[in-house]
Structures are given as structure tokens and as C-alpha cells.
């Protein structure tokens, strides 16, 4: 099993920026891919962006050039930086683990609400 644990959502005005964080935790080894998705209401989630154990990183058309995931393998930690944020970038945000054979973990989600 893995756990993991979002923090760094809220509330900023258009243009600014935001950094979420997603604490792994549990059966950590087994973990290839973490990533974001967000869901915004009466949407369907989406993925945001995406960092393999070996860095490879993919991302949302929407948001190439102004977020940029990383990952922190010794603290078991994968960041999201938002910068240039838009309204439309209001979702819950939440945090992928996707682990060998074929498991997938999610966080419990973190409110990000950017104001035009």
C-alpha cells in the first residue's frame, strides 16, 4: 500500500503562483509513476502532469510552460509548480501514485482556486 499526503492549495489571484506537495509514504519501491490530475466541477479529472522514477516528465497542453513537476526521491516527495496561474486552473488537485502491477494510489485532493 502507499499513502499519499497533498499539501499547498488555496486561493491566489490570476498570475500568481501556487506550489503543491505530495508525501509518499508505505510500499514506496513499488512506485514508477507520480503525477497530478485535477478535476474541476462537472469536469472530468484530467492529467496535469506526470514524472517517472527515471525523470521523464509529461504534461497538459493547457499547462506546458507554466507548471513544472518534480521529484524528490529522497524525502518520497513530488512538487507541483504553478506559476502564471489562470481561473480556469481552479480544480481539486489531486496527487497519482502508479505502482507495479498495475496499482494506482490517490491523495485526497487540495482545493486550488485562482480569482480573475
Known amino acids: 500500500q502507499v499513502q499519499l499526503v497533498e499539501s499547498g492549495g488555496g486561493l491566489v489571484q490570476a498570475g500568481g503562483s501556487l506550489r503543491l506537495s505530495c508525501a509518499a509514504s508505505?510500499?514506496?519501491?513499488?512506485?514508477?509513476?507520480m503525477g497530478w490530475y485535477r478535476q474541476a466541477p462537472g469536469k472530468q479529472r484530467e492529467l496535469v502532469a506526470a514524472?517517472?522514477?527515471?525523470?521523464?516528465?509529461n504534461y497538459a497542453d493547457s499547462v506546458k510552460g507554466r507548471f513544472t513537476i518534480a521529484r524528490d526521491t529522497a524525502k518520497n516527495t513530488v512538487y507541483l509548480q504553478m506559476n502564471s496561474l489562470k481561473p480556469e486552473d481552479t480544480a481539486v488537485y489531486y496527487c497519482?501514485?502508479?505502482?507495479?502491477?498495475?496499482?494506482?494510489?490517490w491523495g485526497q485532493g487540495t482545493q486550488v482556486t485562482v480569482s480573475s
Open positions: 497519482n501514485a502508479e505502482a507495479t502491477r498495475a496499482r494506482a494510489y
Open positions: 508505505g510500499s514506496i519501491f513499488s512506485i514508477n509513476t
Open positions: 514524472i517517472t522514477s527515471g525523470g521523464s516528465t
